[in-house]
């Protein structure tokens, strides 16, 4: 078996050609600039022949059904190839109904416990509820204690009716005798009714008296075991199926029933199956809001404009007031002496409520039929707007209706009441373990999870029962804080997770299958990760490739590359400029050479910023009370006017502080928008910025009708230049001739997408070339129509780089082209549709759309971990695009783990001390240069060995 990994001939997209050998069985890291072909070799050349070599594998029939649309790799050969799994920044599942718990499968576990182990109570008295047994499993239990063991088989008082009225054992005494029986107990004390009882004072509880039936000694007779059975079946008829074993000795007592339910009220809850837990089964979820959590409700201040009257439209999704529900509203407030000609804030408070919620009584409503003159007349109850609105959004949510998006912008999701946002029936949620619904279980983190696992006590036969789900939930678990992600909990939402966070799941996913022989290629799996998690995610790695695994890392990590044990560099350049091997071997002989990753890593270049600027002591952004999340009430000072850096561990608050209160505050604030934003009690200095523009990771558009030209705007432009070409005035084309996304020059089978979609159903949408187009989207008389010799379909073809050669004497397309080179993004063709793009691509694209704008100087810029898929030397491109704005009088806020980017910002924000419940602290605040002060912080440690690095080369 061949101990080298061997790529032969790689041409695939920008690869010129190039021979590699990577060892097996190691760490190795594919690292260049960006765009210079590390995707292409690890994920389009080496991942997708490791797929195609596995789909030939299959029958013709199963290859049929799987449909393999992917394009043909362009490799002449790969040796000692081994089955591929790629683990890429995609996030793991759009699906509200994922989560943490169920992608990991840690929930399905989970779901095991509680059906087999979990405690059941009642949902009226929360009183535990026996499980059911039946005769013969008491019968088999008692056939096992030793001979001579002496015990009385009993039932409990408290199945008789108004049992709590008999407070005193005389009262008790008359009660057993009535019922025939001669004998019975109070705790541990045997009573018989001819006891002489004249002390009346009251027994402190019924739950505490049986009655006996009878009083046995173990013994081995035919004699015995008839009349063991005799008195078990009288036992369970006389207690309705509850029964009691009193053993002398020891003073215990065993419960059965042979039906589950409430001794008090008789609340019954049949036999626990798996599916009673799962939220995406109706047999578990719970009925008010379908296992989601919560429910969309709509507030006054949302659907309403107080301005307004009702005549005038003051309910905002009900628009005009011509409609069905706006006539039934006109009878009801004629009926109720409620004015639709005064603003709706100046009716009074119980006026309002009738609006809003409806009144009980039915009125005379009187309908026009269009386009007639005739009526029609019912009584109808008015429901209420609020009612109406719920009921027709639970309806229709989920359908693609055009109502469904019209009621979206008005609604706020709430935790459901009826399961408190835990997805599961009510019902289910009375069963515990270890004092904890599931529910509650799955609401604690990583961490927090381990060490509940750690402390549970179960009985002999629940701890055999549970042994290997306890395994594997509790290996699981180990993984995922394993790879830095300790602070999640296990309900969170999978379509909340960042990139960097999906990855890191799905590679503690795989460090639990203990799968050997794989190529695993994974996708920047540090991003997202502050410096002190590194070593962790490291180590994981490592013992991925000890396990007898050959794992290959795209990453710009200096610690990862530090610790790998093969690295190869891509280079020189980027696009055209790239695809070649200019360097294969370890660190050390890495540091030995002259290329860019070389010079960063022996600090030979070290990313530096031209003009750091002093943090203003006047102008600033201030909030107040920031409780968001795990936010511990803090007071945050952004000073205005620089460079500023919010820095902490992963889950530390940094978003919860920066996106959900800051940016969504300020971008309602200037917008008029209603997002929803982080709690807090005020926020100060809004004065001082005229706007705020968020520059995050998510995609330019969704679509393949989206792409760097059409969200730019330079395809206008382009379009424009076509339009005024000879060939386009003599066929009489205008600008909108040269759209792909109007009817006219576009290909009309694909509709100018290029692309046709297949759906998947349970799996993601599929994207193939159009046969008609041949990817061009265009049709053949659009296609006819040349400006220097290139037609509209080869212009977007072209990179960034070329299209600003071609189109250098247009200065408003130069200038939005320069913009994209000085970000670092002249390798991206022109129509490289959205969805292709990733996340750092995305962002990096907005900042250049934004920095083609005029410049006020007095914008509020926040960018969302701006260093994703950077090689260094696009960092320091980065570092200047920054200062850029700040010289113009512009802020920056930017979350960041960059140590490059952090030690170059002008002042630090930093959150912590660790993620979820223990973080949500001010650390620090202040000019970058006095955060290692601050013992607490990890981003001050990590910076003073940062700083300390640099001083030695």
């Known amino acids: 078996m061949s101990k080298n990994l061997i790529i032969k001939g790689a041409k695939t997209h920008n690869l010129k050609n190039i021979r590699v050998s990577i060892p097996k069985n190691t760490l190795s890291v594919i690292t260049g600039v960006s765009g210079s072909g590390k995707s292409s070799l690890a994920f389009d050349t080496l991942y997708a022949e490791g797929q195609k070599r596995y789909l030939e594998s299959l029958s013709t029939y199963a290859r049929m059904i799987i449909s393999d649309t992917s394009d043909a790799t362009k490799v002449d050969e790969i040796q000692g190839l081994s089955p591929t799994i790629a683990i890429n920044q995609k996030t793991v599942s759009n699906n509200p109904r994922s989560t943490i718990g169920t992608i990991t499968e840690i929930y399905d576990y989970y779901r095991l416990l509680y059906t087999h182990i979990g405690v059941p109570h009642c949902i009226n008295h929360n009183t535990i509820v026996l499980k059911k047994t039946s005769l013969s499993q008491i019968y088999d239990s008692l056939e096992k204690i030793p001979l001579g063991e002496k015990y009385y088989v009993m039932f409990p ?44 004072s009251p027994v402190e509880d019924v739950e505490d008296v049986s009655i006996v039936v009878d009083r046995l000694v173990k013994k081995k007779s035919e004699e015995y075991e008839n009349r063991l059975k005799d008195t078990l079946r009288i036992t369970s008829e006389k207690g309705n199926g509850y029964i009691e074993i009193y053993f002398v000795a020891s003073g215990k007592k065993q419960k059965e029933t042979l039906y589950a339910s409430c001794k008090k009220c008789g609340y019954t809850l ?60 006109q009878s009801m407030c004629e009926n109720k002496n409620i004015s639709m000609d005064i603003p709706y804030k100046k009716l009074t408070k119980q006026q309002k409520e009738k609006v809003l919620y409806g009144v009980s009584e039915k009125f005379r409503v009187e309908f026009r039929l269009k386009n007639s003159k005739s009526k029609h007349i019912s009584h109808i109850r008015y429901e209420g707007i609020i009612p109406h609105l719920e009921r027709k959004y639970f309806d229709i949510e989920g359908k693609k209706d055009v109502y469904v998006k019209k009621l979206t912008q008005y609604a706020t999701e709430k935790k459901c009441k009826s399961c408190q946002g835990y997805r599961i029936h009510p019902m289910y949620l009375q069963v515990t373990l270890g004092g904890k619904n599931i529910g509650e279980l799955t609401g604690l983190s990583v961490q927090e999870s381990r060490k509940f696992f750690e402390k549970i006590r179960l009985s002999e036969n629940e701890s055999k029962i549970a042994k290997e789900i306890l395994k594997h939930i509790r290996d699981r678990l180990d993984f995922l804080q394993g790879v830095g992600l300790s602070y999640l909990t296990l309900d969170r939402k999978a379509n909340t997770l960042s990139g960097g966070e999906s990855q890191r799941i799905r590679l503690a996913t795989q460090i639990g299958t203990k799968l050997e022989g794989i190529i695993y290629v994974l996708d920047e799996p540090s991003i997202g990760l502050h410096p002190r ?72 270049k070290i990313i530096t910023r031209n003009n750091p600027k002093k943090p203003s002591i006047k102008n600033a952004i201030e909030i107040y009370g920031a409780k968001e999340n795990n936010l511990k009430d803090v007071n945050v000072r952004i000073p205005l006017g620089c460079l500023t850096v919010v820095t902490g561990v992963s ?139 290139k037609n509209i379909a080869e212009v977007l073809n072209m990179t960034i780089e070329e299209a600003a050669v071609f189109f250098k004497s247009f200065p408003r397309i130069l200038r939005i082209l320069d913009t994209l080179l000085d970000v670092g993004l002249g390798y991206i063709t022109l129509g490289q549709s959205a969805p292709t793009l990733s996340g750092g691509e995305s962002q990096r694209i907005k900042l250049a759309f934004d920095l083609a704008k005029r410049s006020t100087g007095k914008t509020l810029y926040i960018l969302d971990e701006p260093t994703t898929g950077l090689h260094f030397s696009d960092i320091q491109k980065l570092l200047d695009i920054l200062d850029r704005l700040v010289e113009k009088g512009n802020s920056v806020l930017v979350i960041e783990h960059n140590l490059d980017i952090i030690a170059n910002s002008d002042a630090i924000i930093d959150i912590g001390p660790e993620g979820g419940k223990n973080g949500g602290q001010l650390l620090f605040s202040g000019p970058t240069k006095k955060i290692v002060s601050c013992e607490k912080s990890y981003t001050g440690q990590s910076l003073k060995k940062y700083w300390e690095l640099q001083k030695k080369k």
């Open 651 to 789: 889950g530390s608050g940094k978003s919860s502080l920066v996106i959900d209160i800051v940016s969504n505050f300020l971008h309602n604030h200037f917008n008029r928008s209603k997002r929803k934003v982080g709690k807090h009690k005020k926020i100060t200095g809004m004065s001082n910025i005229d706007k705020m523009i968020l520059i995050d990771q998510s995609p330019i558009g969704r679509t393949p009708h989206s792409n760097i030209a059409t969200y730019t705007g330079v395809f206008t432009f382009i379009r424009e230049v076509f339009a005024s070409s000879v060939d386009a005035k003599k066929r009489g084309f205008g600008p909108g001739h040269f759209s792909f996304n109007t009817k006219g020059g576009r290909c009309e089978i694909c509709e100018g997408s290029g692309t046709k979609k297949i759906e998947m159903h349970f799996l993601p949408d599929v994207y193939v070339e159009c046969e008609s187009c041949k990817g061009t989207r265009y049709n053949q008389n659009t296609l006819d129509v040349f400006f220097k010799g």
């Open 270 to 329: 049949e036999n626990l199956q798996i599916s009673n837990f799962s939220f995406n089964s109706h047999y578990g979820a719970c009925a008010d809001c379908l296992g989601l959590g919560y429910r969309m409700t709509f507030d006054e201040k949302d659907i309403i404009n107080g301005e307004l009257t009702l005549l005038e439209g003051a309910i905002l999704p009900w628009g005009d007031q011509k409609g069905y529900y706006s006539t039934i509203l």
């Open 157 to 200: 008082f408290s199945i008789f009716e108004n049992a709590r009225e008999y407070i005193n054992l005389k009262d008790i005494s008359q009660k057993v005798s009535d019922n025939g029986f001669v004998r019975f107990m109070v705790g541990n004390q045997l009573y018989s009714i001819a006891d002489n009882f004249e002390d009346t």
């Open 533 to 604: 998690d590194n070593m962790m995610l490291i180590s994981n790695l490592k013992h991925l490739s000890e396990i007898g695994n050959t794992v290959i890392v795209v990453e710009h990590d200096e610690d990862i590359m530090r610790e790998s044990d093969y690295i190869v560099d891509i280079g020189p350049g980027a696009g055209v400029h790239g695809g070649e091997i200019i360097f294969s071997g370890t660190y050390k002989q890495l540091l030995q050479t002259s290329t860019q990753t070389a010079q960063y890593l022996s600090k030979q």
